[in-house]
């Protein structure tokens, strides 16, 4: 006990004493970097304070559904949305959601009956439209339905890569896929347009919002009626992936739902 005492002493003395230049060699010494330690790289052993760590901790609070109803992403964050979006960040923690439905997906015995549905949503789950949002501050911008719609109606927003692989692989495991959007009903004919044009060419149905129906009601209550209304059919929902956690919460959400990346607005 004498001994351990000592050793903890002799350690405490030596950590005290320790100045950000020894505490970076002694990393190095153990074959480490400060690069694995992002957040102390920019805030420094000084905790200084630097916008960016600030935004990494907004994004996460975004994701884990803790900040809601928010209307445009921080003006200090532009820079960190934009180089997380347009860098390999946001395709890696893509797939890292796409990889893990489609393990759970393989491992499923379908019964064969062709009423086994996997859920899709469209704007940043199948179809990305980040080629508008990076006109428009990635976010940072209040929304704006005219200039919106004009860019959806061009019919041209690009597939999310990850997205496309993930339905290429259910369709062969044999899902049926569902793709259930809140573009109005107006946008049904080009947005099957750009999905077929994307690669999405072979699915079940695709679902648009009636306004009239669904005036003035949530994304979560539409969502969640209109797949309580497959269920009536008959069908399964096996898997549920979306951008928004108003693509997953409601009621009959499915057997697993996954959630991707989407730093950019918020729907509810």
């Known amino acids: 006990m004498k001994l351990v005492a000592l050793i903890f002493s002799l ?74 979006l347009l860098g390999k960040q946001y395709r890696e923690d893509s797939k890292a959601v796409t990889e893990e439905a489609y393990k759970y997906a393989k491992n499923l015995n379908l019964v064969g009956d062709g009423k086994d549905i996997w859920i899709f949503d469209i704007d940043e789950t199948s179809l990305s439209n980040l ?26 927003a690009p597939p999310l890569p990850e997205s496309l692989k993930l339905y290429k692989r259910l369709l062969r495991l044999g899902f049926k896929v569902v793709f259930l959007t809140g ?29 009239t129906e669904y005036n003035g009601k949530t994304a979560v209550t539409y969502k969640s009626s209109e797949r309580n209304k497959l269920e009536e059919k008959g069908y399964r929902i096996v898997g549920n992936i979306g951008d928004q956690w108003s693509d997953i919460l409601g009621t009959n959400i499915g057997n697993r739902t996954f959630k991707l990346p989407d730093p950019m607005y918020y729907i509810s």
């Open 11 to 84: 350690s405490t003395i030596i950590i005290s004493l320790a100045t950000p230049s020894s505490c970076h060699n002694l990393a190095l010494e153990h074959g480490l970097t400060f690069s694995i330690f992002p957040l102390r790289l920019k805030s420094g052993l000084g905790g200084h304070y630097i916008p960016q760590t600030s935004c990494s901790s907004w994004r996460l609070g975004v994701e884990a559904h803790n900040i809601i109803e928010w209307t445009s992403i921080p003006k200090e964050c532009v820079d960190y949305v934009g180089n997380y």
């Open 183 to 211: 573009r109005p009903q107006s946008q049904r004919d080009i947005t099957l347009k750009n999905l077929k044009n994307a690669g999405y060419t072979t699915f079940h149905t695709l679902i648009v919002k009636d306004s």
């Open 131 to 156: 080629p508008y949002y990076a006109d428009h501050g990635f976010g940072v911008e209040k929304y704006n339905a005219t200039s919106f719609n004009e860019w959806v109606d061009l019919g041209t």
